[in-house]
């Protein structure tokens, strides 16, 4: 099966940095997915990763190292804006048909105050 | 392009009804999942369709049944409703890229 971790609530001030980490445990690794979930909303594509390293967009970057089942989401110059669940998410563990899911981390909810 | 699409936006079962939750995509995206997120649980995978035709079991499948007979849709059927399947239904779908869309979920409380 696949498991994976991520802290459940983290808090930061408006303009700070803030990093979000996810570790993991799956089988037939295919890639790493972060993405934003405001309350009441869908979750919305952020980033994805397959190889080991840094992928920057913008304000968000998210590293990956496999070696190490580790993964972390950078929030720059933090907004108001940026108050939302952070869902980490690994493709891999093929299933019955032979394609590899999506399996979900349970979100880390950051709070941006002023 | 109109996306993910979903109805109802919510819905109120009583126990043992049954319903289908309705889910269509405009995409032509061969990959279609139905995901159900409660609080403290995260997102569970359902169901996943990789064609028209094909479909197989995600994490929590039992009370659920699906089919997939167009690209376009993949509804949801609860076969028995319970309150444990009282939750948020996320309907998606991806191409052979990586980005998978969502549609803006189903709230259903069954009492």
């Known amino acids: 099966g696949q498991n994976i971790d991520q802290p459940t609530e983290m808090t930061a001030t408006e303009g700070a940095i803030v990093q979000i980490n996810c570790t993991y445990q799956t089988s037939g690794f295919n890639g790493l997915f972060w993405y934003q979930q405001h309350a009441g909303e869908a979750p919305t594509f952020l980033s994805y990763?397959?190889?080991?390293g840094l992928e920057e967009k913008g304000r968000f970057s998210s590293f990956l190292s496999r070696s190490k089942g580790y993964s972390y989401l950078l929030l720059k110059e933090l907004q108001m804006k940026d108050s939302a669940s952070y869902l980490c998410a690994v493709r891999g563990g093929r299933r019955n048909s032979g394609y590899s899911t999506l399996t979900f981390g349970k979100g880390t909810m950051l709070l941006v105050s002023p | 392009n109109a996306g993910v699409t979903q109805t109802p936006k919510f819905q109120v079962l009583k126990t043992g009804q049954s319903m289908t939750l309705q889910c269509a995509q405009d995409?032509?995206?061969?990959?279609m999942s139905w995901y159900r997120q409660d609080p403290g649980m995260g997102l569970r995978l359902i169901h996943y369709s990789v064609g028209a035709g094909i479909t197989d079991q995600g994490e929590v499948p039992n009370g659920y049944n699906v089919s997939r007979s167009t690209t376009e849709d993949f509804p949801l059927r609860l076969l028995s409703a319970a309150p444990s399947q009282t939750s948020v239904y996320f309907c998606?779908?991806?191409?052979?890229?990586?980005?998978?869309?969502f549609g803006p979920g189903t709230r259903l409380t069954v009492t």
């Open positions: 998606a779908s991806r191409s052979e890229g990586y980005e998978q869309y």
């Open positions: 995409m032509n995206h061969e990959y």
């Open positions: 990763n397959v190889l080991d």
